[in-house]
């Protein structure tokens, strides 16, 4: 390459209609995935106090956000369930209730949106007194017994209407337990969007608030959750749950993570997203709030920077906002 003064990087970036020309990412409404917490509270809204501007909703509320979304051009959005303390036990067996909130949820909004895509997770941590995303017994988490758990979970998902069902607990062989209890019941055609690198951060804290799993929590997740240390074990991960039949794999958290995102990407060309997680939404929420960033270019920079790693999508709780501002322009 010529250098300079042949060679003038400056030249296409001196106007706004040629900085467009150049641009080798762009960020639209496709690339969101709003992630909404539910709640089985009689309250519509209750504020998240961790989370500026992200509420527990009931189902009436869940569904009006729905139609918001489809509005604003949102593909999907991800829901995550507050419950009463009084349904948590130690096997999480609200979790499987057919008629249980999510259920229920995903019910309600396909009625009312059904070309809105829904995705849950297959997940005990929001229903088990102990806080952990699998079977606890005397300390220790139980792989093999905690997948016939997220198989049941996964199906009753399916029948409800869920369109993507996307184990999160980071057990050995899930994918593969959960796709096969789908082939076999009838929902081959139901996707399966895996939690595949999935960190034990502590970028987690204000999410554990707004479902209510921070206080039950016993211990750490250190033993199933990923060192985060370490980028060639989430590739070994990642192309796991492809062979057991991923359709989609997610890096959690984010941005600290963008470098593991754009190895995925590289490694295996499949569809690849990033979960920008509550600490994150709360890191810049705080700052915006305190004038100490300018909010929607920080925001929209961090989605970029996924982009520019290689994801297809971001969920993030900024989707409403963001799709909002795009919509302006």
């Not at 869920?162 to 337990?177: C, E, N, Q, T, Y």
């Not at 980028?231 to 984010?254: F, N, Q, S, Y």
Request: net charge negative; with cysteine; hydrophobic share 45%.
């Amino acid at each position: 390459m010529p250098s300079f003064p042949t060679t003038r990087m400056r030249r296409t970036r001196s106007a706004p209609w040629s900085r467009r020309l150049v641009r080798e990412n762009t960020f639209t409404a496709d690339d969101l995935i709003w992630t909404m917490i539910l709640s089985d509270g009689d309250a519509p809204r209750t504020p998240v106090p961790s989370m500026l501007g992200v509420d527990r909703v009931n189902i009436d509320e869940l569904v009006k956000d729905a139609k918001r979304a489809q509005a604003l051009g949102i593909p999907a959005i991800a829901v995550f369930p507050n419950i009463n303390p009084k349904y948590k036990d130690a096997a999480g067996s609200e979790a499987a209730n057919p008629n249980g909130i999510v259920p229920v949820a995903v019910k309600a909004v396909k009625d009312a949106v059904p070309d809105l895509g829904i995705i849950v997770d297959v997940a005990l941590d929001p229903y088990t007194d102990h806080g952990h995303d699998g079977l606890l017994h005397k300390g220790e988490i139980l792989n093999d017994p905690t997948l016939d758990a997220l198989k049941e979970i996964g199906v009753m998902l399916a029948r409800a209407g869920a369109d993507i069902v996307a184990p999160s607990d980071m057990m050995d062989g899930r994918i593969g337990a959960v796709r096969g209890a789908l082939d076999d019941a009838g929902y081959s055609d139901v996707m399966m969007m895996s939690y595949a690198a999935k960190y034990a951060s502590g970028f987690y804290g204000p999410y554990r608030d707004a479902i209510g799993s921070a206080t039950a929590l016993q211990g750490d997740k250190a033993t199933y959750q990923m060192d985060p240390a370490n980028t060639d074990e989430a590739l070994r991960e990642v192309a796991l749950d492809i062979e057991e039949g991923a359709d989609m794999v997610m890096v959690k958290p984010g941005m600290p993570y963008l470098d593991i995102c754009r190895r995925v990407k590289d490694s295996f060309g499949v569809p690849t997203y990033a979960f920008q997680v509550s600490g994150e939404y709360a890191m810049i929420s705080a700052a915006a709030q305190n004038g100490w960033l300018d909010e929607q270019r920080v925001i929209m920079e961090s989605l970029m920077c996924f982009k520019r790693a290689g994801c297809d999508g971001v969920l993030t709780y900024f989707a409403p906002k963001v799709a909002a501002w795009l919509a302006k322009g």
